[in-house]
């Protein structure tokens, strides 16, 4: 089993970059982590936003083993609490066998089509966040569930 944080296109921000790398090798040292970046269209500048969305959902979907527990980082999904997300990992790693692919969109959102493949959508906030930053404070969170997981001392619980 592992966990994968699927991205569509690379960031060229140094410190999302960086931090990105710190979590991943925090990572793993609990599970099997990859970051796998997609690469971003080009050419894309006569296109609408829904077409953007369709060829990306395309490299999406491409990138999407049949038996993955697919789980699509989305404004309108579950909103967790530290201690909950680790409650919900804690609980999928549990029901074993699935490898989990969490997954970033671009800058326009998700195509039906990946909508329809995903098994859950979960929201870091109600706020909007750049799609490159999320990786950074997707990856901090992955890493505090997983510490709190396994008692180790990182979150703090007020």
Known sequence: MKITL????KTDIDWVKQGLEMYRSRLVHYIPFLVT?????????????AQIKE??????????????????????GLTFRSVDFAA???K????GGKDIVFVIGGAYGF???VYDR??????????????????TVFAEQLYRAFTIIKGDPYHNEG
Request: hydrophobic share 40%; aromatic share 4%; proline share 4%.
């Open 88 to 90: 919900y990992l804690q």
């Open 37 to 49: 970046e997609l690469p971003a269209l080009k050419g894309v500048g006569s296109f609408s936003p």
């Open 111 to 113: 195509s039906q089509a």
């Open 92 to 95: 999928k790693l549990s029901a």
């Open 6 to 9: 699927l991205t569509v296109g």
């Open 118 to 135: 995903a098994n859950g959508k979960l929201s870091l906030s109600e706020m909007t966040f750049s799609h490159q930053m999320v990786r």
């Open 55 to 76: 060829k990306e959902g395309e490299r999406i979907l491409s990138a999407i083993k049949p038996g993955d527990d697919v789980i699509l980082l989305d404004e309108r």
